[in-house]
């Protein structure tokens, strides 16, 4: 089992003190972030896509290759790579370059993104959405397996005999997950190939995740990727996290309410109460991210978002310290208790070399 955080990298104001990072001192936050997740024994950091303000991951392999030279451990991710609006050949190139640059601790999620402008921006059309990304990603997969590639398809020029550069590393393509919120294909197209899914379990009620959920680990099996406890299941939570519960809620409500996502709609007992959003103590998140199990089955990675909403950068912090050294030891323990010796774990780049050569030798 993987614990780690991810960021969507938005810049918002602090509404306690009115004051708004700048774009630079985001960009440096979050490297920040990402170093004291390693220093606390967290296992992942994964950092969004956005082309657009209030956010500032516009560039995610910059980013992570930035914390590759200065982490030995940590597994680096996006919690989305626009497929549908990123050009496939790219995508090879720029992650094969990290996963050379950080020695194998690279994957990413694929996602379509939530901000419907992006398209024209980058030459698309938002009604071609989910097209975009079984085609994009079916030629991704071949750029990255196949030396020679040969391919003409409807949203881009064909290519003739065409090498993406460089290889991937040992010949093993960075792990691939497919985030999504609302879309039954996303989940179908992670089980065709035998991927990870990874439900962001956010904003949502729990059983809107666990139908997809479901349907992934039903299709993943039926494509003869393994039986559906063999499926690769990532999720998303939140937390804010005090000593006692009345001082996290006091603390984390004018974040709450002034959010620009989910701000000025429920109330945050009520967001808390329907979503797996927890504001509380140690033992009310432990006690919470234990219940994700009974939802969607064993799984292979917990992501926290911890860094949203104008919260500032020395409070993260402590969240983190919280998070790694009382809540994830507990989450560690306890998920391991019953977990079948068939459930994988979570996916590495050294198991997954492994396994290739042990598959060649059969």
Not at 251 to 272: C, I
Not at 339 to 349: E, M, S
Request: no cysteine.
């Amino acid at each position: 089992m993987q614990f780690g955080i991810f960021t969507v990298g938005d810049v918002t104001p602090d509404p306690t003190s009115g004051r708004t990072p700048t774009e630079h001192e985001r960009i440096k936050a979050m490297v920040t972030i990402a170093l004291k997740a390693e220093e606390v024994g967290l296992d992942v950091f994964a950092t969004g896509e956005h082309h657009n303000p209030p956010f500032v991951p516009s560039s995610p392999t910059t980013m992570l290759g930035y914390i590759a030279a200065r982490t030995e451990r940590l597994i680096l991710s996006t919690s989305t790579t626009l497929i549908t609006t990123n050009d496939p050949v790219k995508i090879a190139e720029d992650f094969a370059t990290l996963q050379h640059l950080a020695d194998g601790r690279v994957d990413l999620m694929m996602g379509r993104g939530n901000t419907g402008p992006v398209y024209p921006w980058f030459g698309q059309d938002i009604r071609d959405g989910i097209p975009l990304a079984l085609e994009n990603y079916a030629l991704l997969r071949r750029l990255w397996r196949e030396d020679v590639v040969d391919w003409e398809g409807r949203f881009r020029t064909p290519l003739q005999a065409f090498t993406s550069t460089p290889r991937p590393l040992d010949g093993v393509p960075p792990f691939v997950w497919h985030g999504s919120i609302r879309s039954p294909e996303i989940a179908e197209q992670a089980a065709l190939h035998g991927d990870g899914f990874f439900a962001n379990n956010i904003f949502w009620p729990k059983d809107h995740f666990r139908r997809l959920v479901s349907l992934y680990r039903r299709r993943f099996a039926e494509h003869g990727h393994g039986t559906p406890e063999q499926a690769v299941v990532g999720l998303g939570g939140q937390a804010f996290i005090r000593r006692n519960s009345q001082d996290a809620i006091r603390e984390f409500r004018p974040y709450f309410d002034n959010a620009p996502v989910y701000g000025h709609g429920p109330s945050l007992e009520e967001f808390t109460e329907q979503t797996p959003l927890t504001v509380g103590s140690p033992q009310e998140v432990i006690e919470k991210t234990l219940t994700f199990r009974e939802s969607f089955g064993d799984y292979q990675r917990q992501l926290f978002l911890m860094d949203h909403a104008g919260l500032p950068l020395k409070t993260v912090l402590e969240q983190l310290d919280i998070l790694g050294e009382e809540v994830v030891p507990v989450l560690r323990k306890e998920f391991a208790v019953g977990r079948p010796a068939q459930v994988p774990a979570g996916p590495t780049h050294q198991a997954r070399v492994a396994a290739r050569a042990a598959w060649e030798q059969q």
